[in-house]
């Protein structure tokens, strides 16, 4: 004692010496040292209640108060003496009389329990750091301390408590500041000692054994939280004889949760105090070479010692002789529940950084996944599903160093338990699924299984494998929908929910169709140059599943027959075209789906190349560092071993010269290797047959093997293993067959350990969509088909949304990788949800809709598709516009929704809505009137329900139903479909057309129902719709719009709506297109030539209003008409109105529009004008007026060719001048036929107009170069004949039937008269001249004799002769009638005085007197019979010409 008081006073001058320090940071000096002085009290105040402790004896000096109180006064008293801050003080001075009184076993569990609450209290004071003073020592003792304490047990609930407070202070020391100073070995210390407190607490209260796996917990959780910041390092420390490794080892005897029944718990402490807890004994060298690192401050060492401990509490259940498949009550769950949850702490904190540290990870790759493996079959829910979170948490952190690992687990657990018929309960199988879901929540996961093993030649379809299993868990199966089916259905939506957030992220342009073998390559050996890089490993993956198809097509065929199989590997360059030995054994050993009893025959057959593919196929395998027994059992699952004794020797003669290169330690040559091996397969056979009674011992097998190693014997210890191996675990010689899901067996998890260290690195995800096209196209059925299936069977509104969810994503992938098909499916499986597509199913389709909340929500789905991703539906069109022509049937949708589309694309193109009559707006009058439709009239409906008969009032369940109905319907926003069709691509825009078109159905004359024609309508609506919406691509819709317009047309023998839909819309289409597509404009007015194709009835009923349209397109694109092939549509169309009586005015003002002062002629449509001009002119309908305004349309329109004959000298070149004035002639030509007709019209006004007309369009020819000829053909055409044929009618026709012929008589007179004087100068000239004037002086001499009404007309008499004496005149003063000096007969002058002497003989001596022959000139005013309007000359009379005062003059 005086040695401590020493001690304790050296300690303070030292304290007292050292200058002062900043303490920022630190609790105040005084009051850590009232805290200290309190927790000093409180411990002598619990001694003192002791008899021990409290009696105080003076009576001998040597009877000192004892040291625990004595050193804990001593603190008393200094502690405020100290002047320094708390962190330069030694700790160890103000805690070692606490720690004296924790180590004591002389005191009580209360003492000891108050000291320890004083330890934690001073460790929770922030006091002690890694900057403090002798923290490191400080830190030790308190931990050797509270490791050895010890204490008198006096009730079992002090016990527990004093128990509790050391994993309390363990904690504190791990959780403070100043655990950076602790050792491993203190570590591991702490760690071993809370473990014996969790293994002894099970016979204790349910509060100690709860905190203890707390503190434990906690503990794992702080010690593995500092693996981030630990270096790299690779301390080799595993023995296993360690404390912990002797703890597991002791677990193995006995229960976890049951304390040894001959020690007390507080010995069991103390013997752990007493127990070295480092390595086992050995040599001095090796207990300080493996001591040092555990030495060192704690880091990697203890932390490698603490998860192998961990790892090793799995291992219990084997040494207890249980198995996790057995049954959950009869094995305990508890002792590997808890260690993975510590397990699934530590990974958690540890993380990414368990990759640095190559032993860490080591016990990762293989301890504990092995022993995940095993307790993945466990039968209880709890282990199952904490070692699916363990799995979870490392796929997360250390996936890239897990490849097979990962693989195995999903293929051999999560796949394996999924299915029921591997005998899996059904809570595992939930739990299973869970996980699964779980692990397709993470973005990635799904994209690294498919590049990783579904694109590995050598490894199994795992992404195939999990969407196959979720779509066949999704379907139920003639059971109710449970919480599993909608399990299966999330993972398959959050598969799909990845790959849309990722659409447009990364992906790469390249496609696997246009991955093609074009020569042998073996598939084996190809490698990628770098994995980290998506340029290259992206088309590396997706060339070895192209591969890995192949071969399983190849295997396909060499199951159904080898040689067949092995050329079309050949064909397809998987194998080379001359076979060889290498090639043929790696197709056997690296291609899965193979039949194993074919694969066995092959390479047991005597055959040279045969036995070289053994001989192959056996180098294929690594056997290093594996048992014989695992080596064979490896081998042998390949292929299903031959029956035959020669196939078997030579198949293990191939399988122990490849053992015997790699594993030679033990055997001295192959021949050992192969005897041993016919050894094993002996003692398998007798082992495990049946049918042999007397199984060998082994002594037998031993004995058997005597001198087989090179002539002597093998280890007894090594053929004994061979033997219990043999006989525990039977090699299986026929192995199973196909592609399921086997169990991991010990030989199996060895190859898969030797694979991993050669396996290709594991490809990490970014997040692109590098292969998304690739995996969509194998999930997107599976997907559909279960969302439809659950969607069907689900009652639940929460269940709609999900699926509803569920498909849309669908269609966003679908129509972002162009995958129409897959949409189109979609469609097709939401439609037969919709149930108002079935009419038969309800009396009231609207109020079951709205009832039906599936039905409703399956339409907005379908709807939001169409105007979503439209642009990548093709046949799935039919069914939407199945749905929508249902609605429209219904009245549910809007009122003129298609032709509401087409007012916006009106009000775009800035034109003038039409007016009611026009278009779509025009309507029969119908003898039965017309269904309301439209949202609000069936509202109506439902409102007035019992208007017409005495019924009930709707329900209010019935209003709330067609309200739902309604907005159901609003949220679809169908109509724009058609209004935003100009955005849809080309293809769908096709399809949608042709749905339309198809719906509308052919055609038939005189069968179609009301309904039937409703569709049609409504349907042609749409049609035009689209086609006026899209304007700029009308080339592509044309024909077929055309087509179908054309059939309706046709077949239409009555009035009906349809017929009036497709004319008008076809009118519609002309109008609103011609202005802005000018390539096809003569296509789109030949269409309108079906107009002339109507039945008589149907044109008859819609001229007026055809007519009314037919002048809006003239009007509106007069000058986007170019061709005569246009013209000549719309001219055909305006002269059949000329004789419609309603019709007729519409016409002639679109014919009054061109034709008025030429403003919309051209020679492209002249002839074409002129001739409707004509036939308004012949027209009887409406007054003599509209006739005279067309002939004056037709005399005015001369000037159009003097224009044009003036432009073309202009602007031509010679050769074109010269076509042109051709093509304007012949144009004059018809101009003047047409008014020859009308000169022969019975109204008297309007053949005297004519006349006129005719007059001036030939006195207008002067601007017009017409030729000799075409003079002559108008004389011999025209002009001869209209006064023939009047003269005809004068003498043969009625006065009541032709009115004042004689006044037209005179009128064509004088215009004979006057064209010949016009152009006589001209024509003279002309062989035919001679010709003419006697045709012009037998017309008068016809005309002066004509007899009208019995009786010659007076007028005429006069006129003739007036007007033959000027044409003579002024013949003679041309010099062209003048007197021959010979007499022939045929002369101009004798054949001329012939004709005149007949009609008056006096005229040649008035025109040619003998006294002054030779200076008579002709009158001016008489020259020319000039026609004017109002004037008449040389014949008095008292009447004018024509009664409208335009008459000759």
Not at 65 to 76: C, M, P
Not at 636 to 663: D, M, N, W
Not at 775 to 801: K, R, W
Request: proline content about 3%; aromatic content about 8%; some cysteine.
């Amino acid at each position: 004692m005086g040695h401590l008081k020493l001690q304790a006073q050296a300690a303070i001058s030292a304290i007292e010496e050292e200058p002062k320090q900043y303490d920022a940071g630190y609790p105040n000096r005084t009051t850590v040292a009232c805290m200290i002085n309190a927790e000093i009290g409180a411990v002598l105040a619990v001694m003192r209640r002791n008899v021990r402790w409290g009696v105080h004896y003076m009576s001998d000096d040597n009877q000192l108060e004892h040291s625990l109180v004595q050193s804990l006064k001593v603190l008393r008293r200094q502690i405020f003496m100290w002047r320094n801050q708390w962190h330069a003080i030694n700790p160890a001075l103000y805690l070692q009389p606490f720690l004296d009184v924790i180590r004591s076993d002389e005191t009580g569990a209360p003492i000891t329990g108050v000291a320890l609450s004083s330890v934690y209290k001073i460790l929770t004071l922030d006091v002690i750091d890694q900057n403090t003073v002798n923290v490191g020592d400080t830190m030790h003792l308190v931990v050797d301390a509270v490791t050895s304490c010890r204490f008198e047990v006096t009730d079992p609930a002090s016990e527990e408590v004093v128990l509790m407070k050391i994993l309390q202070v363990l904690l504190a020391c791990v959780k403070s500041k100043a655990s950076v100073v602790l050792s491993n070995q203190h570590i591991c210390t702490i760690v071993n000692t809370c473990f014996r407190i969790v293994h002894q607490a099970g016979t204790k209260g349910e509060l100690l054994q709860r905190i203890a796996r707390y503190t434990m917990h906690e503990l794992v959780r702080c010690i593995f939280s500092h693996l981030q910041d630990v270096g790299s390092t690779d301390h080799a420390l595993l023995n296993g004889s360690t404390a912990m490794t002797q703890e597991t080892r002791q677990l193995r005897n006995g229960n976890f949760n049951a304390a040894n029944d001959n020690q007390s718990l507080s010995a069991c402490i103390t013997s752990n105090a007493d127990e070295n807890p480092t390595i086992a004994t050995g040599g001095k060298e090796t207990v300080l070479h493996e001591l040092h690192p555990m030495s060192e401050r704690y880091g990697v060492p203890c932390m490698v010692e603490i998860f192998h401990f961990l790892c090793s509490l799995l291992n219990v259940v084997e040494h207890m002789g249980m198995s996790p498949r057995s049954n959950t009550i009869a094995f305990d769950e508890d002792v590997p529940l808890f260690a993975l949850t510590l397990i699934n702490s530590a990974i958690e904190l540890g993380g990414h950084s368990f990759c640095h540290h190559p032993r860490l990870l080591s016990l990762i790759q293989d301890e504990l996944f092995r022993n995940l493996m095993q307790f993945g079959l466990s039968m209880s829910p709890l282990v199952l599903s904490m070692v699916c979170s363990i799995v979870l948490n490392l796929y997360h952190h250390l996936r890239t160093e897990l490849k097979l690992q990962l693989e195995a687990f999903f293929s051999c657990v999560i796949l394996r338990l999924a299915q029921s018929r591997y005998g899996a309960s059904y809570q595992q199988q939930e739990v299973v699924l869970e996980a699964l879901v779980d692990f397709c929540r993470q973005k990635s996961f799904t994209m690294e299984m498919y590049a990783n093993f579904d694109c590995d030649i050598t490894c199994s379809n795992v992404f195939e494998d999990i969407a196959n299993l979720l779509s066949k868990t999704a379907f139920p199966v003639n059971t109710p929908l449970s919480s599993m089916h909608i399990l299966a259905l999330d993972g398959l939506i959050a598969v799909m929910q990845g790959m849309a957030e990722r659409i447009g992220i990364g992906s790469l342009s390249l496609e696997s169709s246009q991955l093609n073998l074009k020569e042998y390559t073996p598939f084996w050996t190809e490698k990628c140059d770098n994995f980290s890089n998506p340029n290259h490993w992206v088309s590396f993956v997706r060339r070895r599943k192209y591969l890995k198809r192949k071969l399983m097509i190849g295997a396909d065929h060499f199951n159904r027959d080898p040689k067949k199989g092995l050329e079309f590997l050949q064909g397809t360059k998987l194998l080379p075209d001359k076979l060889d030995p290498q090639s043929v054994a790696c197709f056997f050993r690296y291609t899965t789906g193979l039949d194993k009893n074919l694969i066995g025959d092959f390479l047991g057959n005597h055959d040279e190349f045969c036995v070289q593919v053994l001989h192959e196929f056996a180098r294929t395998f690594d056997f290093e560092d594996m048992t014989l027994d695992n080596a064979l059992r490896l081998f042998l699952e390949t292929f299903r071993l031959p029956g035959e004794s020669q196939k078997i020797q030579r198949v293990l003669e191939a399988f122990s010269e490849r053992y015997y290169e790699q594993s030679p330690q033990i055997l001295a040559n192959k021949d050992a290797a192969l005897l041993l091996s016919y050894s094993i397969i002996m003692l398998n056979t007798d082992q495990h047959n049946v049918q042999v009674k007397k199984k060998m011992t082994e002594e037998d097998f031993i004995r058997n093997n005597r001198r087989i190693n090179g002539g002597n014997d093998l280890p007894r210890e090594f053929l004994s293993d061979l033997y219990h191996a043999i006989c525990k675990n039977e090699i299986r010689t026929t192995p199973e067959q196909g592609v399921g899901f086997p169990e991991m067996t010990p030989s199996r998890w060895i190859y898969l350990m030797q694979k991993s260290r050669k396996t290709a690195p594991f490809i990490m995800s970014d997040s692109r969509s590098y292969l998304d096209h690739d995996m969509f196209a194998i999930l997107s059925g599976p997907t559909i088909a279960a969302l439809s299936v659950v969607f069907d069977n689900a009652e639940h509104e929460e269940v709609y949304q999900t699926c509803k969810d569920g498909f849309l994503i669908v269609a966003k992938i679908s129509a972002y990788y162009h995958l129409d098909n897959v949409l189109d499916n979609l469609v097709v499986s939401l439609c037969k949800f919709i149930t108002i597509l079935d009419p038969s199913l309800d009396d009231e389709p609207v109020l079951a809709f709205g009832d039906d909340i599936k039905a409703r929500m399956a339409t907005e789905t379908v709807f939001t598709i169409a105007n979503r991703y439209g642009d990548f539906v093709r046949t799935g069109w039919r069914n939407i516009l199945d749905c929508i022509l249902r609605l429209h049937k219904l009245g549910l949708l809007p009122a003129h929704m298609a032709s509401d589309a087409a007012e916006e694309l009106s009000a775009e193109m800035g034109l003038a809505k039409p007016n009611a009559n026009s278009l779509l707006s025009t309507h029969l009058p119908s003898s039965t009137p017309k269904r309301s439709s439209g949202l609000m009239s069936r509202f109506s409906q439902l409102l007035y329900l019992g208007a017409e008969e005495p019924k009930s009032e709707p329900t209010e369940e019935q209003l709330i139903a067609h309200q739902h109905s309604l907005e159901t319907i609003q949220k679809c926003h169908i109509d724009s479909i058609f209004t935003e069709s100009k955005f849809l691509q080309a293809e769908s825009l096709l399809q949608l057309t042709k749905a339309l078109i198809s719906a509308t159905g052919r055609p038939q004359k005189g069968n179609n129902t009301s309904d039937d024609e409703d569709t049609a309508v409504f349907c042609l609506d749409l049609l035009v719709a689209i086609t006026l919406n899209n304007r700029d691509r009308i080339g592509l819709l044309w024909q077929g719009v055309y087509e179908h317009i054309s059939a309706i047309v046709q077949s239409s023998v009555m009035p009906c709506a349809l017929v009036e839909k497709a004319v008008f819309g076809l009118l519609r289409i002309c109008q609103r297109l011609l202005p802005y597509k000018e390539n096809i404009a003569d296509e789109l007015l030949r269409s309108l030539q079906l107009v002339l194709k109507l039945d008589a009835r149907v044109a008859d009923a819609y001229c007026e209003q055809i007519t009314q349209e037919v002048g809006r397109l003239v009007k509106s694109n007069a000058s986007h008409i170019r061709s005569q092939l246009g013209w000549r549509t719309i001219a055909s169309l305006l002269s059949i109105t000329a004789r419609h009586p309603e019709a007729s005015e519409a016409g002639f003002d679109a014919l009054l529009f061109i034709m008025s002062d030429g403003a919309h002629l051209l020679p492209a449509n002249y002839v074409l004008c002129v001739d409707a001009a004509r036939q308004f002119a012949e027209s009887r309908v409406g007054q003599s007026e509209r006739s005279i305004r067309a002939l004056d349309l037709m005399s005015a329109s001369v000037n159009c060719l003097a224009k044009w004959t003036g432009d073309a000298k202009q602007a031509m070149q010679e050769e074109q001048v010269s076509k042109m004035l051709q093509d304007i002639g012949d144009m004059w030509l018809r101009l003047v036929q047409g008014l020859k007709k009308l000169c022969l019209e019975q109204r008297e006004e309007v053949r005297n107009h004519a006349l006129f007309s005719l007059q001036k369009c030939l006195s207008g020819a002067v601007d017009i170069d017409l030729t000799h000829g075409l003079w002559l053909q108008c004389f011999d055409l025209v002009i001869f004949p209209v006064l023939d044929d009047l003269l005809e009618i004068a003498q043969a026709q009625s006065q009541k039937d032709y009115r004042n012929m004689e006044g037209t008589l005179i009128l064509a007179l004088k215009l004979l008269s006057k064209v010949f004087l016009q152009l006589f100068r001209d024509l003279s000239q002309s062989t035919a001249f001679t010709k003419l004037w006697l045709a012009v002086l037998g017309r008068m001499e016809k005309y002066v004799k004509v007899k009208i009404r019995g009786r010659r007309s007076e007028k005429l008499q006069e006129l003739v002769p007036e007007l033959l004496k000027n044409t003579l005149l002024v013949m003679k003063s041309g010099g062209l009638l003048v007197q021959s000096s010979v007499l022939s007969g045929n002369s101009l002058w004798e054949l001329t005085w012939q004709h005149v002497n007949n009609i008056d003989p006096t005229l040649q001596s008035e025109v040619f007197p003998e006294q002054d022959s030779e200076h008579l000139q002709p009158r001016k005013g008489e020259t020319a019979g000039d026609l004017r309007p109002g004037e008449n000359v040389s014949i008095p009379s008292k009447e004018t010409t024509g009664q409208d005062g335009a008459g000759i003059g």
